[in-house]
Nanobody, 117 residues
Framework: QVQLVESGGGLVQPGGSLRLSCAFS????????MAWYRQAPGNQRELVAA???????NYADSVKGRATISRDNAKKMVFLQMNSLKPEDTAVYYC???????????WGQGTQVTVSS
């Protein structure tokens, strides 16, 4: 069974940076496509970044140039580096793993990011 645990959220001032981490537990991490989503109050959950992979790495237009997704297969970790944070980046950030074998999705519990002065 796959479990995902996010960490690294918190309160940050506009213009600041955060690095979110997602720890994957389970087997065959390399067979999972990883992504970060976020959900602000009253809004639908939206994709922030997906990848990275040799085929494609996708970013939401709202974070392009400010966000970088990376993964460490040896440590079974996925990261989201967010720079130049804006108040509109405030949301709960979720890590998602999608099995390339079964297409099943797994979600973490989320980590709160609040951008405010």
């Amino acid at each position: 069974q796959v479990q995902l645990v996010e960490s690294g959220g918190g309160l940050v001032q506009p213009g600041g940076s955060l690095r979110l981490s997602c720890a994957f537990s389970g087997s065959d991490f390399s067979l999972y496509k990883m992504a970060w989503y976020r959900q602000a109050p009253g809004n639908q959950r939206e994709l922030v970044a997906a990848g990275p992979s040799s085929r494609s790495t996708n970013y939401a237009d709202s974070v392009k140039g400010r966000a970088t997704i990376s993964r460490d297969n040896a440590k079974k970790m996925v990261f989201l580096q967010m720079n130049s944070l804006k108040p509109e980046d405030t949301a709960v950030y979720y890590c998602k793993a999608n099995s390339a074998v079964t297409s099943r999705d797994f979600w973490g519990q989320g980590t709160q990011v609040t951008v405010s002065s």
